[in-house]
């Protein structure tokens, strides 16, 4: 190995990796991704490759690639469905900006401030369409049941954090299934469809849905503390959202649990009563350091991360199941 | 036939006379839709029963029983696609509402201002998943197929109708594209499923397809002249709305058309930059039926009405033949 190949290999993640050896796989996702945005209706492409050129690491289709390369599987199929995925994906982003009233989203303006709410809700709706036409091409009624199930979970899990949102008596179960919900069970479905289509026998279909559940347990985790992490913002990414949000995440349960009356009056103003005064951010930061928030989010993302681990003990080893193990470390260990 | 009977007989529409055939069937269906919204997330059922509950004719469930029992298809594989296709509807309306910033729907409050947009964005996306677990449960790829297309569609017509929205360039081909996509290719699918489920030759699937195409474009054109309709205000019902969006539907299609220049500045203000006054609605009015805009829309509607007819041809003449027959000249004749 060269100098130069150590230095690449050094400066490169897990997942940089997994993008090189599935290069020409990614390329066809993404020509069928635009194939298959296209309509007579020219604000669906617009708005649809407006987010979609924003870029995004392109996770999910990843893991669907990976899990169908692992086995052996075909490689076409799986493009198409890699494509179904991230519909899926941006269908639920163009849905959360609305409902968030977010203003951005991958270092842009997001697409309902640009294009406005209505169209947001509409081409999200198209976009799920446009998944499930493509899992109706491949055929496959397995996968369909997967990724329709998932959907349902997705919803159900950004219902639960609506009904969570400001209310401080949600509890880290709460917590848990808002996530694995809106987030965990679509890495799940993106795993498990690659061992679907190589036609792996059942516990294998259920090791890499467990890996990749867990997997998105550990990702959401880590996302909802990098919201509150200060070094983030030498990065120049946005921290705070969750906050000004009032969202119930893991650093803020770890506080809360720990929090003295006057504490808890401050969450109860400015998370349950969302009346916040520029000095609070600092003040909840300074809270959640105190009681080891951050600290406490990253045990239990590793947590998760060692569950990730022995789900793939099944899989017969290979470059590509290490190159799965090593994302999960580096989705815990991320600072982006 | 006693008096009595001929009596009721008069009294009741084709559409209450389809449903008091289906009854049982109906109530099967009705089942299936309060198991399927169920979920530990209390807001979905309780947003979701809010609409269901609310009633409206229930007509695409209706048809996909009708077109299922037409050809004594298995009519439990119906209750199921039923409620899928009802689903979808609720779906739409749910994601509607936000979208037209709505606060009315079966005459009450919409779900949208009763629990917020957020919830009712969400909601709709957790039914339509639902729909398609629905149908995954079902099995067939067919169905599948015909109604993930048909929610494609829906969504490229809902998003055509906001491009052209506010347009006055807008043509009646646009407009024959947006009722097309948002309201009769669902009638399509819900008619086509039925000869699908009883493995019908592709002419005949066709041809229940087109009935339920034109019987939707009769449908949403009536639709659109009864919100000019003055009459309609003396059955309590609102009028207006069209007009106060700036929907490009067809009674104004038909006045631009005529409009002397003067006519045209009045719609441009209006429609176009939506700057309206409390008298507007009333010049609005009378410039539709002076250039007999109204009276040109049912004229259109009864063409697809007499395609909805043609389109029945092949099909062996039976009871239930005969009521979706009456069923269009109903939609066209409806005061409601």
């Known amino acids: 190995m060269t100098a130069l190949k150590q230095k690449k290999d050094k400066m490169q993640s897990p997942l940089d990796i997994l993008s090189e050896r599935m290069a020409t796989d990614m390329d066809a996702v993404n020509a069928m991704i635009v194939t298959h945005m296209q309509s007579d209706v020219a604000l669906i492409p617009t708005l649809a490759s407006y987010l979609i050129a924003a870029g995004g690491k392109r996770v999910r289709p990843l893991l669907t690639l990976a899990s169908t390369a692992l086995f052996d599987g075909d490689m076409t199929r799986a493009h198409r469905l890699a494509a179904a995925v991230e519909f899926i994906h941006t269908a639920t982003l163009l849905h959360d900006d609305v409902v968030d009233d977010s203003n951005q989203r991958r270092g842009k303006d997001s697409a309902n401030i640009v294009f406005g709410n209505e169209a947001s809700v509409l081409v999200g709706d198209f976009l799920f369409s446009r998944a499930f036409q493509l899992m109706v091409a491949d055929g496959?009624?397995?996968?369909?049941?997967?990724?329709?199930?998932?959907?349902?979970?997705?919803?159900?899990?950004?219902?639960?954090?609506?009904?969570?949102?400001?209310?401080?008596?949600?509890?880290?179960?709460?917590?848990?299934?808002?996530?694995?919900?809106?987030?965990?069970?679509?890495?799940?479905?993106?795993?498990?469809?690659?061992?679907?289509?190589?036609?792996?026998?059942?516990?294998?279909?259920?090791?890499?849905?467990?890996?990749?559940?867990?997997?998105?347990?550990?990702?959401?985790?880590?996302?909802?503390?990098?919201?509150?992490d200060a070094d983030r913002l030498k990065l120049g990414k946005d921290i705070g959202d969750d906050f000004r949000e009032g969202k119930m995440t893991v650093p803020i349960l770890f506080a809360l649990e720990k929090a003295s009356p006057q504490e808890h009056d401050f969450w109860t103003r400015t998370l349950g009563e969302r009346n916040q005064n520029e000095d609070d951010f600092g003040r909840a930061q300074n809270l959640i350091i105190e009681h080891d928030g951050l600290n406490k989010g990253l045990v239990m993302a590793q947590e998760y991360g060692n569950q990730a681990i022995n789900a793939l003990r099944l899989v017969p080893n290979s470059d590509i199941k290490e190159i799965l193990i090593n994302i999960i470390q580096f989705i815990i260990h991320r600072d982006h």
Request: charged share 25%; with cysteine; net charge negative.
């Open 140 to 228: 496959s009624l397995d996968v369909l049941r997967i990724l329709s199930n998932a959907s349902a979970i997705i919803a159900e899990g950004e219902v639960k954090q609506l009904s969570t949102q400001n209310n401080l008596e949600t509890t880290m179960d709460d917590y848990r299934k808002v996530i694995e919900g809106k987030t965990a069970s679509l890495f799940a479905a993106a795993c498990e469809v690659g061992p679907i289509i190589a036609e792996q026998d059942i516990k294998i279909v259920k090791a890499l849905s467990d890996y990749g559940m867990a997997l998105g347990m550990a990702f959401q985790i880590v996302d909802d503390v990098l919201d509150y």
